[in-house]
């Protein structure tokens, strides 16, 4: 799995970082910044969780 971002959408809420800090973070612009786009799998529910939890929807998986 892969994670995409559309950064015109985040609005710094950091629900993804709270879910998954080892994979999302915010700038100094606090918008998301992917650590990286592959998901692994034993980082796969807690992204999935941070996918949930954007209120604006503005990360999502994608299949590899």
Do not use: H, Y
Not at 1 to 15: H, R, V
């Amino acid at each position: 799995m892969n994670i995409e971002a559309d950064l015109g959408k985040c609005q710094g809420f950091a629900n993804c970082v709270m879910a998954a800090p080892e994979v999302f973070d915010l700038d100094d612009a606090s918008l998301v910044v992917l650590a990286r786009r592959q998901v692994l799998p034993d980082e796969l529910e807690d992204v999935r969780e941070a996918v949930r939890s954007c209120p604006v929807e503005a990360i999502w998986l994608t299949e590899s």
